[in-house]
């Protein structure tokens, strides 16, 4: 079965930095597309970033020049960097990604901006 296992969140300060992991149990080069979404509370699931696996990135407009997607293939994990940190990035992060058989969402890591 596969599993998507995001981790990195956490509290940190405006203008602060995090950093966030997707670990598949599975070679991601598998996958056709990874890519990042996240939730605020009472809001919907909104598209952050993608890494498609033979393209480039793509990023949310919200997020652009401050997040960076990225990935390990050795290590199986596709990474989020978010810099300059806003209040308005408080949200559930979701790792997601799809292959020809179905679609994949992890358990989510919550980040938290505030002072």
């Known amino acids: 079965q596969v599993q998507l296992v995001e981790s990195g969140g956490g509290l940190v300060q405006p203008g602060g930095s995090l950093r966030l992991s997707c670990a598949a149990s599975?070679?991601?080069?598998?996958?056709?597309?990874m890519r990042w979404y996240r939730q605020a509370p009472g809001k919907q699931r909104d598209f952050v970033a993608a890494?498609?696996?033979?393209?480039?990135?793509v990023h949310a407009e919200s997020v652009k020049g401050r997040f960076t997607v990225s990935r390990d293939n050795a290590k199986n994990t596709v990474y989020l960097q978010m810099n300059s940190l806003k209040p308005e990035d408080t949200a559930v992060y979701y790792c997601?990604?799809?292959?020809?058989?179905?679609?994949?969402w992890g358990q989510g890591t919550q980040v938290t901006v505030s002072s």
């Open positions: 890494m498609p696996r033979g393209g480039s990135t």
């Open positions: 599975i070679s991601i080069l598998s996958f056709n597309n």
């Open positions: 997601n990604a799809d292959n020809t058989v179905n679609t994949y």
